[in-house]
């Protein structure tokens, strides 16, 4: 294993963020790269940094760590990240090991476990909280044939439409989404339609609550004021 693995770090709690550094630059054989706050930083900084491995929470503004995971594996298939994150629903789990995640902690780990997890993950392997294995044992044990129904029939969202449905249920008008995003308000209102289309929900109040219950947001986000 050579000395110096890099890590970048993905939470949106300063406090969070530093304590997550400290615990797994202790023994000094990995350093932090890079830190974001928002999905977005996240897929800008890894292409900037190239880490070893991510460590991605992920309920973030703007874009969350689901969607973020999704665009930094579209690019990089070979990219190492590990979910590190307050969620341990079997559902948040499933997606994101469909999506390629190679390890999943809960934000009650240890230090020591989650510095094990980097290494671990980095020399190829994979590492999940002793309470995310056994609740994906019990979830797949009980229900394997549900979950794949789950699956056939839920509405599959491209990256971009997953964003789009983050930012109009936090509360950001077209004119603010036109700029996250780097299109014209004319093309946001196009998308908006479209995503309104394809869900059969036609207001923001139902976008809100399609996108809580999807978990594309906490139903304790902060709503944004135009």
């Not at 979910?83 to 230090?111: F, N, R, W």
């Amino acid at each position: 294993m050579k000395a110096g693995m890099t890590v970048l770090l993905v939470e949106d709690h300063v406090v969070v963020r530093e304590g997550l550094r400290i615990m797994i630059e202790a023994d000094g054989d990995i350093k932090v790269v890079g830190e974001a706050k928002t999905g977005r930083e996240a897929v800008s900084l890894y292409r900037q940094t190239c880490p070893d491995v991510v460590v991605m929470d992920i309920a973030m503004p703007l874009l969350n760590g689901i969607q973020a995971t999704q665009q930094i594996l579209s690019e990089t298939p070979k990219a190492k990240i590990m979910i590190l994150s307050a969620h341990a629903d079997p559902e948040y789990v499933d997606q994101l090991m469909a999506l390629g995640v190679v390890g999943y902690l809960t934000k009650q780990t240890s230090a020591e476990m989650v510095a094990r997890a980097v290494r671990e993950v980095y020399s190829g392997g994979t590492f999940f909280s002793p309470s995310v294995a056994k609740q994906l044992r019990d979830h797949y044990q009980k229900s394997p044939l549900s979950n794949r129904g789950f699956k056939r029939n839920k509405v599959r969202l491209t990256s971009r439409e997953a964003e789009l449905l983050q930012l109009i249920a936090e509360g950001h008008v077209n004119k603010q989404i036109a700029a996250q995003l780097e299109i014209s308000i004319k093309t946001v209102e196009k998308h908006r339609q479209h995503l309104m289309e394809k869900l059969h929900i036609h207001e923001i109040a139902g976008l809100t609550r399609y996108a809580i219950a999807a978990g594309v947001i906490e139903s304790s986000v902060q709503r944004t004021t135009a």
